[in-house]
C-alpha cells in the first residue's frame, strides 16, 4: 500500500513536491510515499502504474503553486487543467471519486475557487489545506507529517538503527556527496545531477 500520493503540476514550483517526498521517505518510508518521478522505473507503463498506486493510497497530497491553475497548453492556449488526460485532474478527480483523503498543499498560494476549476474536482476546494511557506518550510513540513501521521503509519526503525540528525529542514548530509539548490527558502538536495525523467509526458 501506497499510503501517501504526491500530485503536482510540472513548471508549477516543481522543486517542493522533491521537498516534501524526501522528507515524507525519511518517515513513513519509500514504499509508503508515491512521487512518480522517483518511484517509476524506466519501462513502466506509467499509467497504470498510476491508476494502481491511486487505488492503494490512503491519502492525495495536491501540491498547489501560484502557477497551478494557470499554466496553459502552448499549442491550444487552453488551461492544463481543462485539457482532457491532464494527469493532475485525472489523479484529484479519480481520489475524490474514491473518497481519498485530499489535501491541497498550498505553496504561497491560495486554493483555487469552486467556480474556477473543473466540475469534476470541484470538490478540491473544500478540502482542508496545508502550507508549505518559503521560509517556514521546516515548520510547516512538521505539522504537515504530524497530521500525515493520523493516517498513514511511520515507518519502523531497524533495531540498533541511527536514527536521522537534523538540521533545519533536511537530514544532515555532510558525509555524503549530495549536490544542494535551493528554490525560493526552500532547501533540496539531490544526489550529483538533476533528477531525469522517466518516459512519461508532462503533468
Not at 517556514?136 to 503509519?153: A, C, I, M, N, W
Request: proline share 4%; hydrophobic share 35%; charged share 35%.
Amino acid at each position: 500500500m501506497t499510503g501517501i500520493f504526491i500530485n503536482y503540476r510540472t513548471g508549477d514550483g516543481e522543486r517542493a513536491p522533491e521537498l516534501i517526498d524526501r522528507e515524507l521517505v525519511s518517515i513513513f518510508g519509500k514504499k509508503r510515499v508515491f512521487r512518480d518521478r522517483r518511484s517509476i522505473r524506466e519501462g513502466t507503463e506509467f499509467p497504470e502504474k498510476l491508476r494502481r498506486e491511486l487505488n492503494s493510497c490512503t491519502v492525495l497530497l495536491a501540491v498547489i503553486g501560484r502557477r497551478w491553475l494557470d499554466i496553459r497548453d502552448a499549442a491550444t492556449d487552453t488551461r492544463r487543467i481543462d485539457m482532457p488526460n491532464d494527469y493532475v485532474h485525472d489523479e484529484i478527480r479519480t481520489a475524490l471519486a474514491l473518497k481519498k483523503i485530499v489535501i491541497p498543499v498550498l505553496l504561497d498560494a491560495s486554493l483555487p475557487a469552486a467556480e474556477d476549476l473543473p466540475p469534476d474536482i470541484a470538490g478540491l476546494a473544500i478540502q482542508q489545506v496545508a502550507h508549505l511557506r518559503e521560509g517556514y518550510s521546516h515548520h510547516d513540513l512538521g505539522l504537515l507529517t504530524k497530521r500525515l501521521r493520523q493516517h498513514v503509519p511511520a515507518k519502523t526503525r531497524k533495531r540498533g538503527a541511527k536514527k536521522d540528525r537534523r538540521s533545519g529542514d533536511v537530514m544532515d548530509l555532510s558525509n555524503a556527496k549530495f549536490k544542494r539548490s535551493a528554490v525560493g527558502n526552500y532547501s533540496v538536495y539531490s544526489e550529483g545531477a538533476e533528477l531525469r525523467r522517466r518516459g512519461r509526458k508532462d503533468r
